[in-house]
C-alpha cells in the first residue's frame, strides 16, 4: 500500500499542537500539586502496569469526594499526562519511577520553572535532556502502533499523533425533533454552558470545558446527544430523508441510528440491529428521550427485508478515536488489527443482500488503516458489480477521492472513514441475481479500546457512535 494522500485541509504544525498542550498544562495550579501528590502517585503505579487510567482516576476522585476543583484537575492531568506521556518522560528522567515521570511532565513537557518543579514534586530533577529526535518518543507512541500510522498517513502521521495527544472537545447534536442547533444554543447558555457551532456538520455543537452533561435538563428532555463531529458527518452519507426505510446493521447504542430518525421528520423507519443486546437497551432508553420511538424498530433478528439505505457502522481497530482515550494506545495490539478486515466484508455482504434496487449502502470505520477501508471497499466492488461507489456528499476538504476521510489533524474531528456505494437498478450483463438474504450477519468481537470503553473525567470519552 501507498501512503495516504493529504485531504485538502491545511494541517497544523507539529510545534503549533505541542505549543498547545504545553500552554494547557501551565494554565493549571501546580503548587496545589502537594495536597495530592501521595494519592497521585499510588493511582499512576497500576496505570504503568496495564491498568485503565480512567478507571483508576475514577476510584481515586470517589476516594477523596473532599478535593476542590483545583485538585481535582491537578490529579486528573498528572494521571493522565503520565499514562500518555509515558515513553517522552522516561526519555527525559531516564525512569519509569511516577514520581520521576510526573518530576518530567512538569518541566520538560509543560516546561515550568525547575526551582518551581522541584518544590511542588520534592524531586530533584536530573539534568536535563533534549527532546527525543524521532517521532515516536517525541509524541509518546508505541513503536509498533507508529509504524501502523505511518502505513496509513505517511508524512502526516506525526500530526495526527500529535492530534491525538490533545484530548478531543465535548460535541453534542441538536436533536432535530425536539429543537435546531440556535435555539438548543441558546438553551444551553441560560443552563450555564457556552457553545459554538461546529465547522463541518449542520447539528454540531461544541461546549466550553467539561459540562456535567447528565445533569442538565436540556440533555434529559432529549434536546441533544453526545456525538463527535466526524460521527455526525458520517451519519449523514446515508442521506436520510422522510418516508425512507433505512437498516442501521451495527446500531451499537445508536448514536447514529438517532441521527437518522431526525432526519426522517416523523416519516420513515430505521430499524437498528446489533449482536449486543445490552447496547440496545440503552439504546432504547434514548430513543423514548429523543421522541423517536415511532421511527426507530429495535431487531434483534433480521428478516429478508429490502431497505432504501443501510448503515454499517463496521467494527474496527478504532485508531481514530484515541484521543479520547490516553492511555488506550499501550493497550493495544497491533497484531489482533487482521480480524477486523474479514469481519468488515462480511458484514458489507450481509448488507448488500438488504439494499433494495437503486438504494444506498454506507460503510463507515473509525480508524485510518487502509486495510480496513480502502483494501475492503476495493473487494467489495470486485465481488459486487452490481454496487457502483459514489461521491461523499460532503465538502471536498473532507473527501480524499470519493470517500470521506475526517482527521483529529486536519478537521478538529475524530478520525473517519466513509465510502457510499449504490446498487444499480439493473443487474450487469454477466452477474447473477443475489443471494437470499441470511437471517443474521456474523458475529463479530468487540474491538479493544473502542464501543463500551469506561468514560475519562477529562477528556470525554463519551463519544456514542
Same mark, same amino acid.
Given at each position: 500500500m501507498t501512503p ?9 504544525s507539529?510545534h ?9 498544562l ?9 495536597e ?11 496505570v ?14 470517589r476516594?477523596?469526594?473532599?478535593? @476542590?476543583?483545583?485538585?481535582r ?6 494521571v493522565?499526562?503520565v ?5 517522552r ?6 525512569s519509569d519511577?511516577p514520581?520521576?515521570l ?5 518541566r520538560d ?6 526551582k518551581?518543579v522541584r ?15 524521532d ?8 513503536p509498533?502502533?507508529?509504524r ?13 499523533a500529535a492530534?491525538c495527544n490533545l484530548?478531543?472537545?465535548?460535541t ?5 425533533l425536539?429543537? @435546531?442547533r ?6 444551553l447558555?441560560a443552563?450555564?454552558v ?7 456538520a449542520? @447539528? ?5 470545558g467539561r459540562?456535567?452533561i447528565l445533569?442538565?435538563p ?7 446527544e453526545?456525538q ?10 446515508v442521506?436520510?430523508?422522510p418516508?425512507?426505510?433505512i437498516?442501521?446493521l451495527?446500531a451499537?447504542s ?8 431526525a ?5 420513515g ?10 447496547a440496545l ?7 423514548e ?7 426507530v424498530?429495535?431487531l434483534?433478528?433480521l ?5 432504501d439505505?443501510?448503515?454499517?457502522d463496521?467494527?474496527c481497530?478504532?485508531?481514530g478515536?484515541l484521543?479520547?482515550g ?7 495490539d497491533v497484531?489482533?488489527f487482521?480480524r477486523?478486515?474479514?469481519?468488515q ?5 450481509a448488507a ?5 434496487p437503486?438504494?444506498?449502502l ?9 486495510e480496513e ?7 467489495f ?5 452490481h ?7 460532503a465538502?471536498?476538504?473532507l473527501?480524499?477521492?470519493?470517500a ?9 474531528t475524530d478520525?473517519f ?12 450483463a454477466h452477474?447473477s441475481r ?13 474491538p479493544?479500546g ?5 468514560r ?5 470519552r463519551?463519544?456514542r457512535?
Open positions: 495516504r494522500a493529504s485531504t485538502g485541509t491545511r494541517a497544523p507539529l503549533a499542537l505541542e505549543r498547545t498542550l504545553r500552554d494547557r501551565a494554565r493549571l495550579d501546580w503548587s496545589r500539586f502537594p495530592v501528590r501521595r494519592e497521585v502517585l499510588e493511582t499512576i503505579g497500576p504503568l502496569h496495564g491498568g485503565d487510567a480512567a478507571w483508576q482516576l475514577t476510584v481515586l476522585l476516594s477523596n469526594t473532599g478535593w @476542590d476543583a483545583a485538585q484537575a491537578i490529579a486528573a492531568e498528572a493522565f499526562g499514562a500518555l506521556w509515558r515513553r518522560l522516561a526519555h527525559h528522567a531516564g519511577d514520581l520521576a510526573v518530576t518530567a511532565l512538569l513537557v509543560a516546561h515550568l520553572p525547575v518551581s518544590s511542588w514534586t520534592g524531586a530533584q530533577p536530573p539534568e536535563p535532556r533534549p527532546p527525543p529526535g517521532w515516536p518518543t517525541r509524541l509518546s507512541w508505541p509498533a502502533l507508529a501502523e500510522l505511518e502505513h496509513a498517513l505517511g508524512r502526516e502521521a506525526p500530526l495526527f492530534a484530548p478531543g472537545p465535548v453534542i447534536r441538536a436533536n432535530r425536539r429543537t @435546531d440556535d435555539a438548543l444554543a441558546e438553551r447558555r443552563e450555564g457556552q457553545s459554538r457551532p461546529g465547522r463541518h449542520p @447539528d454540531a455543537l461544541h461546549l466550553e459540562p456535567n445533569g442538565l436540556s440533555h434529559q428532555q432529549g434536546l441533544f453526545v463527535d463531529e466526524g460521527s455526525q458527518l458520517a451519519g449523514a452519507l442521506g436520510a430523508r418516508g425512507m426505510r437498516l442501521d451495527c451499537g445508536g448514536g447514529k441510528t438517532l441521527l437518522l430518525a432526519a426522517l421528520q416523523g416519516e423507519r430505521v430499524d437498528a440491529h446489533d449482536i449486543d443486546r445490552q437497551e440503552r439504546l432504547r432508553h434514548r430513543v428521550r429523543a421522541g423517536a420511538s415511532a421511527n424498530r429495535i434483534h433478528e428478516g429478508d427485508e429490502l431497505y439505505a443501510v448503515l454499517v463496521a467494527p481497530s478504532a485508531l478515536s484521543r479520547r490516553p492511555d488506550v494506545r499501550w493497550r493495544l497484531r489482533s487482521r477486523w478486515p474479514p469481519i466484508r462480511a458484514l458489507l455482504d448488500a443482500r438488504r439494499v433494495r437503486g438504494g444506498r454506507v460503510y463507515v470505520t473509525c480508524t485510518v488503516r487502509p477501508n480502502e483494501d475492503v471497499v476495493r473487494r466492488l470486485e465481488k459486487r458489480p454496487f457502483k461507489q459514489e461521491a461523499a456528499p465538502p471536498a476538504e473527501r480524499r477521492g470519493r470521506l476521510v475526517a482527521l483529529p489533524h486536519r478537521h478538529g478520525g472513514y466513509g465510502a457510499v456505494f449504490q446498487r444499480r437498478l439493473t443487474a450487469p452477474g443475489p443471494r437470499a438474504a441470511p437471517r443474521r450477519p456474523p458475529r463479530r468481537p468487540r479493544s473502542s464501543r463500551g470503553r469506561a475519562s473525567p477529562r477528556r470525554g463519551a463519544r457512535r
